[in-house]
């Protein structure tokens, strides 16, 4: 059975979620794990490790996320996102243990021209998106007691994300040209992480309630695309000095991906709301944030375990 008072244990602990949620966690007992000691890729290292830190929650946010490198290696990228997700539902269904874990907006086409709810149909264009979906079916068919949480563009002011990416291009380049035809909501590591916590807490408050289990969305509100949210990240940074090239809007078809991206992946977070009371900030003001905190330099959480 659940042992209420465990840590919440966090997968992925060296990724920009893990980090944002080890930041915000503050007196919570928040436990990191990832590699080596704890690999999807080597299934042997997943129940050892879940049965010796007895955790009363688990949050995944391990996972393939090289988009276009899954489509040459879709056996790693269904490995990281259907196996060892499932693996930890078997083991937290077990345990009565919930878990929450991450997806993506990329399990839609971007064909409906509006924001998708959760129980819109599912149709991956790309095998990073078809794994994540086999992840969820995964969870969902092996854990009671699971939450998925689909978002999407996720960035932060530290690791590998696109907002970092522009603002290297931008330091080193005259000029840049951006994908302006493909639209989504940016979140905010931080206040993805904040979320996850906030519906912990409700968890640890209320205990599980059948209306907890589930998909939900959630993604920064508002929306914009690659360029948009390039073009602001860059203003952003002009504001501490970054140089400030233009940036010229460009079609998908100027910019051919191995992966096909879709065209519209916004996501309705209503539910999320409906719920557990939880809303993620504007996508315009936590771009701010997170700019202003890349150029005010803080402590880093601790590795993980």
Not at 29 to 42: A, N
Not at 100 to 111: A, E, K, Q, R
Not at 254 to 264: I, N, S, V
């Amino acid at each position: 059975m659940s042992n209420a008072r465990g840590p919440v244990l966090v997968t992925g602990g060296g990724g920009q979620v893990a980090s944002a949620l080890a930041e915000a966690a503050g007196g919570l007992p928040l436990l990191r794990i990832g590699r080596p000691g704890f690999d999807f890729d080597r299934p042997e290292t997943i129940l050892p490790t879940l049965k010796a830190a007895a955790p009363s929650l688990v949050i995944n946010a391990a996972a393939y996320t090289a988009v276009d490198r899954a489509e040459s290696e879709p056996e790693a990228a269904l490995r990281a996102n259907r196996d060892g997700p499932g693996l930890l539902a078997a083991w937290c269904a077990g345990a009565g243990v919930p878990l929450i874990h991450i997806s993506t907006d990329y399990v839609f086409d971007g064909l409906k021209g509006a924001p998708y709810a959760e129980n819109d149909p599912t149709n991956p264009t790309g095998v990073y998106g078809a794994s994540k979906l086999a992840g969820e079916q995964a969870v969902l068919a092996g854990c009671p007691r699971a939450i998925i949480l689909r978002t999407s563009w996720v960035y932060a002011g530290r690791g590998r994300n696109f907002v970092l990416t522009m603002l290297n291009l931008a330091g080193k380049h005259e000029r840049l040209r951006v994908v302006a035809d493909q639209l989504g909501c940016p979140t905010a590591a931080p206040d993805l992480a904040a979320a996850i916590l906030a519906i912990a807490g409700r968890i640890a408050s209320t205990g599980w309630h059948p209306a907890y289990g589930g998909i939900f969305h959630a993604a920064g509100a508002g929306e914009t695309t690659w360029h948009g949210l390039a073009s602001a990240a860059i203003a952003e940074s002009a504001r501490f000095g970054g140089r400030q090239p233009p940036v010229d809007p460009i079609t998908t078809a100027d910019f051919p991906t191995p992966a096909r991206r879709p065209a519209d992946s916004r996501l309705d977070c209503r539910k999320l709301d409906a719920v557990f009371g939880v809303r993620l900030p504007d996508w315009r003001d936590a771009l701010t944030r997170t700019i202003t905190a890349i150029h005010t330099p803080r402590p880093l959480a601790g590795p993980p375990a």
